[in-house]
């Protein structure tokens, strides 16, 4: 008698946490509807660095070195020769309104290059976009800013383009909003 209740209370339990689990998935891909992409992409909330298809990056002691320990709402990457640090403000972002994106440009060593010019490319690895690139200004320090929306919710990949002498490479992060 108590055996058959325990797995009563069992399998009540177990019930309640698949609702859960689906009501919590449903709720992270309402975003998707009318999107008609290709889908299927787990979305994820932080900002990752990721390589060009989309593979994280996990953090290295190369990088580490140079930046130490990162506020939340900034990752950094290798690229080459350089380092590149992208901080989103605000962080998480907001789907419509106007996001602060900043890049800080360093060798491996950590010195600043300012000679760069870098162009951002925002696009949904899910679902085609309209063009949203937004061009970077440059400051001192290794410091570059732009601001554009993203202009709905979803998962979004940030391409860094990086123009240097004539060379230009490009490091990814990964968004969900
Ligand atoms: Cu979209």
């Given at each position: 008698m108590a055996k058959k209740t325990m797995s009563g209370v069992v399998v009540v339990v177990v019930l309640a946490l698949i609702a859960f689990a689906v009501f919590a998935m449903s709720m992270r891909r309402?975003?998707?509807?009318?999107?008609?992409?290709?889908?299927g992409s787990g979305s994820q909330l932080e900002l990752v660095a990721v390589s060009a298809d989309g593979a994280p990056i996990p953090s290295s002691a190369d990088v580490t070195s140079v930046t130490g320990e990162l506020p939340q709402g900034t990752v950094a990457q290798k690229s080459g020769e350089m380092i590149v640090s992208l901080t989103l403000n605000p962080y998480p972002a907001k789907a419509g309104a106007p996001s602060e994106f900043d890049v800080k440009l360093t060798d491996l060593t950590g010195k600043s290059i300012d000679d760069a010019t870098i162009t951002l490319d925002l696009t949904m690895p899910s679902m085609w976009m309209p063009p949203n690139q937004p061009a970077m200004e440059s400051a001192s320090d290794g410091k570059y800013q732009a601001t554009a929306p993203f202009t709905m919710r979803g998962e979004w990949r940030i391409e860094v383009i990086i123009t240097r002498g004539g060379e230009k490479q490009s490091a990814f992060f990964d968004v969900g909003l």
């Open positions: 309402s975003h998707m509807m009318g999107g008609g992409g290709m889908g």
